[in-house]
């Protein structure tokens, strides 16, 4: 099975090279903006959203694997769990390194994110993720109100009893503040790809952040989509390419 996958995800890199030497040849032909609002992609102002936080190791990472859920509507890093007033990722005092995910209750629940959360990291590391050790990658379950309380300590429950040789380290406890990280630490994985980012118009800092197309971008470009969405969006730029226009504007 990881044979399988680093095939694919090879096939994956050598298909986004050879789209950027199409993109290079067909120049005179393909209209490139200097940038393009993604106000049209934007959910309705009406629309009910939730919001859920989730500590699980590296933000970077931890915004991928939530971006690409159906349901979400949109992703940001930022710092939580501790009593730091203002931190900053040079100076987080005892916060942990954080993913805020909002999402539309009616086509995800609390419950599934419990269980992407659970299936993205060692919940069993104390106090860190896989190389990346320390208090700020601790991992916690942030929760709202009574329900959400309940719902993340049956999920832990049925999380220990898959193995009784190591303790399940996670943390349940309500969130306090949320703080959004820097500006660099948002969409990390969509920014190392530059051919993605003028894909969707090269939108500016502030637009890419609250993006939702750019939050499934992100999770592609980490390659941590599910594998229906990975093949859509595969199909997606490759019609993009024969058309010769380069704007993304939804997946």
């Not at 099975?1 to 199409?22: D, H, K, N, Y």
């Not at 820097?182 to 637009?207: A, C, V």
Request: glycine share 6%; proline share 5%.
């Amino acid at each position: 099975m990881a044979f399988e996958r680093s095939i694919v995800s090879q096939r994956r890199q050598w298909t986004l090279m050879l789209l950027m030497l199409v993109v290079a040849g067909r120049a005179l032909c393909i209209r490139i903006p200097d940038r393009i609002s993604e106000k049209a992609t934007d959910p309705p102002a009406n629309q009910l959203l939730k919001t859920a936080v989730f500590a699980l190791g590296s933000f970077w990472r931890s915004e991928a694997v939530f971006g690409c859920l159906n349901g979400v509507v949109r992703t940001t890093v930022g710092y939580a769990g501790g009593s730091k007033t203002n931190p900053e990722y040079r100076s987080l005092g005892d916060h942990a390194e954080s993913v805020q995910v909002e999402y539309d209750p009616r086509l995800i629940t609390f419950r599934q994110l419990l269980d992407v959360f659970w299936s993205s990291h060692d919940s069993r590391q104390v106090f860190g993720q896989g190389p990346d050790v320390g208090n700020q990658y601790r991992s916690i379950i942030f929760t709202n109100g009574t329900e959400e309380s309940r719902l993340a300590a049956a999920s832990k429950e049925r999380e220990q009893t898959k193995s009784k040789i190591s303790i399940v380290t996670t943390q349940i406890q309500p969130l306090e503040a949320f703080y959004p990280a820097e500006p660099e630490h948002q969409k990390f994985e969509l920014k190392r790809n530059p051919f993605l980012l003028q894909l969707i118009g090269n939108l500016p800092e502030e637009e890419l952040e609250r993006s939702s197309l750019a939050a499934k971008l992100n999770g592609y470009a980490a390659e941590l989509c599910p594998v229906r969405i990975q093949k859509q969006i595969d199909a997606k730029i490759n019609d993009i390419i024969k058309k010769g226009w380069p704007i993304l504007r939804e997946v």
